[in-house]
């Protein structure tokens, strides 16, 4: 398990978080059972996001009380070599669109625990991407 929340860490270092809730209903709701055997019911919708300063769109998805870009930030920041892919620290800190920011650890564990109720130990799975990953699959 550490393996992968801390792959899952890493390649979502460059996924943003936003301060508001605005979205549209999407995904199927998220559902649990709790210490008291009621059923939980967590609110899930998909919406897209266009970044002001060069009009690209992003897709982002709100689960809960959080809404997260579920893909990278395409953004050309002065300076840097687009063909690098990645943004250094300094550069991710500074490239957030208006009204979003890197989540801190506090959102991480928010949406690992919302997660984790849900899937149990895989959390981690059912957030990954869906490509990209050298023989992995889920099975339950």
């Known amino acids: 398990m550490k393996k992968w929340l801390g792959l899952f860490i890493v390649s979502a270092s460059l996924v943003f978080f936003a301060c508001d809730d605005s979205s549209s209903t999407g995904p199927d709701d998220l559902s649990y059972i709790d210490e ?59 490239v957030c669109p208006d009204g979003w920011h890197l989540p801190s650890k506090d959102e991480w564990q928010d949406l690992f625990q919302i997660i984790e109720k849900v899937y149990g130990d895989s959390g981690a799975w059912a957030l990954k991407s869906s490509s990209g990953w050298d023989n992995d699959t889920l099975s339950n």
């Not at 939980?40 to 970044?51: G, L, M, R, W």
């Not at 769109?57 to 990645?86: C, F, H, R």
């Open 36 to 94: 008291n055997g009621e059923e939980v019911s967590i609110e899930v919708s998909t919406d897209n996001f266009k970044d002001s300063r060069d009009g690209q769109s992003y897709s982002t998805v709100t689960v809960g009380k959080q809404t997260w870009m579920t893909e990278n930030l395409n953004y050309e920041a002065p300076g840097i070599d687009v063909s690098d892919e990645l943004y250094n620290w300094s550069t991710a800190q500074s």
